[in-house]
């Protein structure tokens, strides 16, 4: 068997049609064009690439970006006060601070202090603990465009043993609370694994849907995995001149129903979610 590839480009292509449809909308009939504010700190190569494709993402459905581009050597208390501008900015619905951050820099204190209404990243411990809750403002971006790749791939979730691998706030821990809740793509049983994990390989084994995100290069392997499992690698590791996953992808493949690629797979989705959210977000500001 080889596995069917879950294209998250493609699907990523459809939604952001669709939400150009929704922003185009909601601009005739309030006027207001949803804007999305990044801070970029550092010259992290990595982080430049994501935040310039961010921006042409907006770019391409109609939303305004801003991206506020600061030296390694910014404070934190210059970042606090970026920030504290951004969230009384009217014509800025949501903000994103672009991580990693300089080490210097305290990125919990950072993102607690966006907003809540403009925390499209949905960090903020609000925003986290509404969507625990089962009654999100906003859904974390990775997490929720896994969720969306699950759906659109024909995954049975309800009542499937989830398997996530890694415990991370962005990926690990929050898609984990999101597909056990009561809902539609969700009702999973969900083990979260991690390096402290014992029998890893025996947990891993026994899923039918693995979420890898230990941020380990082609860290699962053949012999790990069920016949029939689907496979969601939000890892990407740069090996030599290859972006690679956590998930050994040939090998996998052989034994998978379903896989996604990296890249084209779970990095689409997650700038189609943002987008999402902060669309989301600008609803929020015009309700208000």
Known sequence: MTARLIDGKAIAARIREQLAGEVAEFHQSTQIVPKLAAVLVGADPASQVYVRNKEQACAKIGMASDVHRLPESTTQAELLDLVGQLNADPLVHGILVQLPLPKHIHETTILDSVTPLKDVDCFHPENVGLMVQGRPRFLP???????????????????????????????GKPVA??????????????????????????IVRSADILIAAIGKA?????????????????????VNDRLVGDVQFE??????????PVPGGVGPMTIAMLLKNTLT????????
């Open 281 to 288: 977000a600008a609803r929020i500001a015009a309700a208000n």
């Open 218 to 238: 082609e860290f699962v392997t053949p012999d790990m995995l069920k016949p029939g499992v689907v496979v969601i690698d939000v890892g990407i590791n740069r």
């Open 141 to 171: 971006c990775t997490p929720h465009g896994v969720q969306v790749l699950l759906a659109e791939s024909g995954a049975e979730v309800d009542g499937a043993h989830v398997v996530v691998l890694g415990r991370s706030e962005i990926v």
């Open 177 to 202: 609370m999101m597909l056990v809740q009561k809902g539609e793509t969700a009702n999973a049983t969900v083990t979260i694994c991690h390096s402290r994990t014992k029998n890893l390989a025996e």
């Open 251 to 260: 090998g996998v493949r052989e034994i998978a129903s379903a896989i996604t």
